[in-house]
């Protein structure tokens, strides 16, 4: 556990795209991912020829039982002209395409290849939502599901235990809620390009035009706290805490570092990798952390020789507003029960001193679960090469970024760290 | 009682005669509940049977508004949300359960750390019978 990481040969990033994140009626994971190809291809400076990539890595999660179709990584290969050559699909659970990435970066650091594409895609929305969070709920503890636990009801469970231990309460939830979706409508490719605001807003206007009763909310936190407005869906995680169900695509090239700047002057290099794995709620050290993380970010820290104080962005996996307090703590950004804290303090948001989910986060960008882990580096890639535009950090010296995705309810988690040099 | 392997099956079976049962390692002494056959601890195979008390206070819960099928086929649903969680036993191991007995339309009035005890729900669906383990807050009894 504590011997230092390193890669057998540096592997850079070249090029990045994503699908628009969204609920689609007419488009199936299929043209999200060939979306999401066809805007890697347009990000590399230099160009390529798609006929160099010599592996695709898919991660994918739900397709074998939301859409009743398995063995994607082929079927998505041909879609993108990548025949014959191999094509491997990595699974585990909303993590599935973090791994992807990692088993791209080894098979080029092992010296097999060269040039990789990893990605992740899923198609969530043809289901009833009662459906989603059945099929979701597959990755969590068999022990849970015959206790009747949800996702959200297991980050429902941690919530009641972080609040009772560190004195958190659901105000914190909501200050974490408002965030992300201050971020969001900086992203043209988020699902929800909307503050809590102006959904406040688009309601007071809807009760005017058909003559109800104004709400009187005070505050967005006021707003929040309407049961009417913000039901509960695991108490105490209401609707706003829940990141959406979502139907999406994203992808990197990944190429060896000695020919990173074949494609652009501006690669990002790979230089801290960490993936964890983690126990139920009735076997977990603690209900507080997540094991999984805290060894994932001990690896990626350690590989990289550097500490929390240096990653100067990072993408955390706020499947549910608990999560993202969770996480940074376990991140060693805040010390442990100091997370609420520092949200409170505004010193997550995208002007603070530890910006946090810049993305809008899984909440609002949306969270098709396997291309998230991508989607998330994907951010990540945006920012550090100053192309993130309106939601760009406001730090002209942006050089390190990272991005936490997580599996299941803990059972996976995974930390990278990218450089700008 | 006849030697019964240790798994996930016979932990049901035994909640079926209302006892939950965990594994001690008979070598670092570590108990487990649910069981392991194989202590993660020290990795001896050596494990054995053991009852539990029954009783723990509440570590965690949740009141869920929209479950799994075979939660709403007893009646839960957005209205009547049920309780679930996770409860630190006496022994100082935990275990997840369903939570009985406690106000799901007032979740604050559910406090974490409160005394609790073990309550069996028989469930007859079909021809296979199946028993959940619940807890429920513990009357205090007049002596």
């Keep these: 556990m504590n011997k230092k990481r390193k890669l057998g040969r540096g592997v850079a990033v070249v090029g990045a795209g994503m699908s628009q994140f969204d609920m689609f009626d007419d488009r199936d994971s299929k043209d999200l991912f060939t979306e999401a190809f066809s805007s890697m291809l347009a990000s590399v400076d230099k160009g390529l020829d798609p006929r160099d990539i010599d592996a695709l890595y898919l991660g994918n999660f739900t397709n074998d039982f939301f859409v009743n179709q398995s063995h994607w990584s082929a079927i998505i290969s041909d879609a993108i002209g990548l025949v014959p050559r191999p094509a491997t699909r990595t699974e585990g659970a909303c993590a599935s395409s973090a791994l992807a990435f990692r088993e791209g970066v080894f098979a080029i650091a092992s010296g097999f290849y060269d040039m990789v594409l990893v990605g992740g895609v899923e198609d969530m929305s043809k289901r009833s939502t009662a459906e989603v969070a059945e099929g979701l709920a597959l990755a969590a503890v068999p022990y849970e599901r015959k206790a009747g636990f949800t996702f959200p009801g297991v980050f429902g469970a941690i919530a009641t235990a972080y609040f009772d231990k560190y004195g958190a309460g659901r105000e914190d939830l909501m200050n974490v809620t408002i965030k992300s979706h201050n971020n969001a409508p900086l992203n043209p490719k988020a699902q929800f390009q909307t503050t809590i605001r102006d959904i406040m807003d688009g309601k007071i206007a809807r009760a005017q035009s058909k003559g109800d009763a104004l709400p009187q909310w005070t505050d967005e936190r006021d707003f929040l706290a309407d049961p009417q407005a913000n039901p509960s869906i695991a108490w105490p995680i209401h609707l706003f805490d829940c990141c959406p169900i979502s139907d999406g695509g ?172 | 009682m006849a030697e019964r392997p240790i798994s996930d099956h016979w932990f049901e079976e035994f909640l079926k005669e209302e006892k939950i049962m965990g594994s001690r390692c008979t070598a670092c002494k570590t108990l487990f509940v649910p069981p392991r056959s194989v202590c993660s601890k020290c990795y001896s195979a050596e494990m054995q049977w053991e009852e539990i008390a029954s009783k723990g206070r509440l570590a965690a819960f949740t009141c869920i508004a929209i479950g799994p099928s075979f939660m709403t086929e007893e009646g839960y649903d957005r209205k009547n949300p049920y309780c679930t969680g996770v409860v630190e036993l006496t022994e100082q191991t935990r275990v997840v359960a369903r939570i009985e007995g406690v106000d799901t339309q007032d979740p604050a009035s559910i406090k974490v750390g409160m005394p609790l005890s073990a309550k069996f729900l028989h469930r007859d669906s079909g021809d296979k019978p199946k028993t959940f383990l619940a807890f429920e807050p513990q009357i205090t009894e007049n002596e």
């Design chain 1, 250 to 421: 994203a992808c990197m090239l990944l190429v060896g570092e000695e020919i990173a700047r074949n494609f652009t002057d501006d690669p990002l290099y790979v230089v801290g990798l960490g993936q964890g794995s983690g126990r139920g709620l009735h076997a977990a050290d603690d209900l507080t952390y997540f094991e999984a993380t805290r060894a994932a970010a001990q690896e990626a820290y350690g590989m990289a020789d550097l500490g929390p104080e240096d990653i100067q962005c990072c993408e955390v996996h706020d499947c549910f507003s608990i999560a993202e307090l969770i996480h940074i703590e376990d991140l060693g950004f805040f010390k442990a029960g100091q997370g609420y804290k520092a949200v409170a303090e505004g010193m997550t948001r995208l002007d603070g001193a530890k910006p946090i989910n810049t993305s809008g986060g899984l909440k609002c960008k949306g969270h098709p679960v396997g291309a998230t882990g991508v989607a998330q580096l994907i951010e990540i890639w945006e920012q550090l090469r100053h192309q993130a535009g309106d939601r760009q950090v406001p730090n002209s010296n942006l050089r390190i970024g990272a991005a936490h995705n997580v599996g299941g309810t803990g059972g996976t988690s995974t930390f990278t760290i990218l450089e700008r040099r």
